[in-house]
C-alpha cells in the first residue's frame, strides 16, 4: 500500500509538474505582439524634441520604451511582428517593411501601392486597421504581411474599391520574397480587418467588412493562399459614412466579433472557429453625431465590449440581460489638451491584460482601462494613463488574435508606470552621462559620470535622418567609452545608449 501510495502520488506530482510547464511553457510562448511601434515624425525623441520613434516593450515583466531612428513614421497604422521570445524582428506602416531595427527589407519598398501611396508615403499610409503580419504552425521559414490597399487595381474608380494584398518574407534571407499579390479585391470597408487562427493553427480565418451592405467576407487562409470564401449576409449595413473609421476585433476567447462605427453602433456576433460563420447578431444603437474615428475592444474575459467615440468609453456587458443595465458610461474627456485635445481615438488589449486607447494627433498620451474585466467603473479607466516618450499621431497597433487557447490571454504581472512622466522614468537624467570634447575631430568619449549605466547596454551611432552608421554591444560597466569618429564626415549626429532594462540616452555632437 506504501509504494501504490507512493508510486500514485508521484504520478501526480510528474502530471502536476508538467502541466505546470505547459501552461508556463504556453504563456512563454506566442510573444509576437510584444513590441508596439509608435512614432510622430522621424528621428529619435528626447527631452527636448518629443517627435521620432520609439518602441514600446512589454519584455522583463515591465513596459519599457527603446527609443529608434527611423525614415519613416508611424502616424495611422502600426504592424510590427516578434519571435515568441519576444524580440522585436519585422515592422510596417503600410509603406514598406522593415527589419527591427527600421531598414528596409530587400524587396520591402512600395508595399500596398495603389493611387494614395504617392501621396503620403513612404512615411506613412493614411489607413487604419489596414495590416497584420501572421505566420503558421508548420512553417518556420516565412512570415505573411496581409495589408489592403485603396483602388489597387484601377478598376471601377468611382465604385472606389479596395484589396487585400499579400506579402511573403522569407525568414532565411531576410528579405521579402514577392509583394502585393491580391488575394481579395471586392467593395471593403476601411476598417474592422482582422485574423484569428483557426483550431489547427494551421491556417487563419481574415474577416473583412463590405461597404454600403450587410456582408462580410470571411476567408480560411493557408500558407498557399485561399481554401475557402464565405460571403455571408448578417448584421445591418456597413454605413460608409464612417468608411475607414471603425474598429473591429474577435473576443479574446475566439468565440465572437465585434465592430463599431459611430453611425452604426455597435454589432456583436458568435463566431465559430471551425466553420468561420457568423451567428446570433446583436446590436446596440450606439451612435455619434459626428462623422469620427472610433473604438472596440473586448475584456481580456471576452465579456465586456470598450467602444469610443470623442467625449467618452462605454462599457457594454455582454451578459447582462437587461439592455438598460448593460451599457455603461466609464470614461468621459476631461478638456486637456497636449497641446491638442486628448480625447478618445482606437483600442488594444495589450500583452498586460490592460485596454489602452490612443488620442487624436500630436499628443503623448494613451489613456488606459487598467483593469477591464471588471463592470462598470470599477474597471477603472485613467485618462492619459501613460505617457509616452513622443509625440503620437493616430496609430494603435493592429496584431492577429494570438493565445486564444491559452489558459491565459495575457500576463497581469506586468508592471505599469501609471502617470509616470518617460522623461524621469526611462530616461538617464541630464548630466549623468556626458560626451566630450563636442565639437569632435578624431575620438569622441562618453563618461558615466554616476555609474547609471549598471547592466549590458547597446550603443547606437546615427545621422540625423536615422540612418545608423554604427552599432555596438557592450558587457562589461565602464565608466568612458571610446568612439572613433575620424570615417565621418563633417556635420551633426545622434549617439545613443540603450540598457537593458530600457533606460535610454541620447545626445547630439557635432563632427568637425
Known amino acids: 500500500m506504501v509504494n501504490q501510495s507512493f508510486h500514485s502520488k508521484l504520478k501526480l506530482s510528474i502530471a502536476f509538474i508538467l502541466l505546470i510547464g505547459i501552461v508556463f511553457g504556453m504563456q512563454a510562448q506566442k510573444h509576437f505582439d510584444y513590441n508596439w511601434l509608435f512614432g510622430y515624425g522621424t528621428g529619435i525623441p528626447d527631452s527636448t524634441n518629443p517627435f521620432g520613434g520609439v518602441i514600446m516593450s512589454f519584455q522583463n515583466g515591465r ?102 494584398l499579400e506579402s511573403k518574407i522569407d525568414l532565411r534571407t531576410n528579405s521579402v520574397l514577392s509583394k502585393n499579390k491580391i488575394i481579395l479585391y471586392s467593395r471593403l470597408i476601411g476598417h474592422g480587418f482582422t485574423s484569428i487562427p483557426n483550431k489547427d493553427y494551421l491556417s487563419w480565418w481574415l474577416i473583412a467588412p463590405q461597404k454600403d451592405v450587410n456582408r462580410f467576407w470571411i476567408l480560411l487562409y493557408t500558407k498557399n493562399g485561399i481554401e475557402k470564401a464565405l460571403d455571408q449576409q448578417i448584421g445591418v449595413k456597413n454605413d460608409s459614412i464612417s468608411n475607414g473609421g471603425g474598429q473591429g476585433v474577435f473576443s479574446p476567447d475566439g468565440k465572437k466579433y465585434a465592430i463599431y462605427t459611430r453611425s452604426n453602433g455597435l454589432q456583436v456576433f ?42 467618452e468609453v462605454l462599457q457594454v456587458d455582454l451578459l447582462e440581460q437587461n439592455p438598460s443595465l448593460s451599457i455603461d458610461t466609464v470614461g468621459v474627456f476631461d478638456n486637456f489638451f497636449d497641446p491638442y485635445p486628448t480625447t478618445y481615438l482606437q483600442m488594444a488589449l495589450a500583452p498586460d491584460c490592460r485596454i489602452y486607447i490612443s488620442t487624436y494627433g500630436g499628443n503623448r498620451y494613451l489613456h488606459v482601462i487598467m483593469e477591464p474585466n471588471k463592470k462598470g467603473k470599477e474597471c477603472n479607466l485613467v485618462n492619459r494613463g501613460l505617457k509616452l516618450p513622443t509625440r503620437n499621431s493616430f496609430a494603435i497597433p493592429n496584431f492577429p488574435h494570438y493565445r486564444v487557447d491559452d489558459p491565459y490571454p495575457c500576463d497581469s504581472t506586468i508592471s505599469f508606470p501609471l502617470n509616470t512622466a518617460v522623461d524621469n522614468e526611462y530616461k538617464f537624467k541630464d548630466l549623468d552621462i556626458i560626451i566630450y570634447p563636442n565639437p569632435v575631430s578624431t575620438v569622441l568619449f562618453i563618461h558615466d ?32 567609452i571610446k568612439i572613433p569618429i575620424q570615417g565621418l564626415q563633417p556635420g551633426m549626429f545622434i549617439i545613443q545608449i540603450i540598457d537593458q532594462k530600457g533606460n535610454y540616452w541620447t545626445d547630439k555632437f557635432i563632427k568637425e
Not at 516565412?142 to 489597387?152: N, V
Open 63 to 164: 513596459i519599457s520604451f527603446i527609443p529608434q531612428a527611423r525614415l519613416f513614421e508611424f502616424n495611422y497604422q502600426s504592424n510590427s511582428f516578434s519571435k515568441n521570445t519576444g524580440e522585436l524582428l519585422y515592422m510596417s506602416n503600410g509603406c514598406s517593411i522593415a527589419d527591427k531595427d527600421a531598414d528596409i527589407l530587400n524587396g520591402g519598398d512600395s508595399i500596398s501601392y495603389g493611387k494614395v501611396w504617392p501621396v503620403a508615403c513612404p512615411k506613412y499610409l493614411p489607413s487604419v486597421q489596414a495590416g497584420t503580419f501572421i505566420n503558421f504552425l508548420n512553417d518556420s521559414d516565412q512570415i505573411i504581411f496581409l495589408h489592403t490597399i485603396i483602388d489597387t487595381i484601377g478598376i471601377e474608380p468611382k465604385v472606389n474599391r479596395k484589396a487585400i
Open 270 to 311: 458568435d463566431f465559430d472557429r471551425s466553420t468561420g460563420v457568423l451567428s446570433n447578431f446583436h446590436h446596440y444603437f450606439l451612435t455619434y453625431s459626428q462623422n469620427v474615428i472610433s473604438g472596440c475592444s473586448f475584456s481580456p474575459n471576452s465579456r465586456f465590449v470598450y467602444i469610443s467615440n470623442p467625449t
Open 449 to 480: 559620470l554616476k555609474g547609471k549605466i549598471n547592466s549590458q547596454f547597446s550603443l547606437r551611432l546615427t545621422d540625423l535622418n536615422g540612418k545608423v552608421l554604427l552599432t555596438q554591444q557592450y558587457n562589461l560597466i565602464q565608466e568612458e
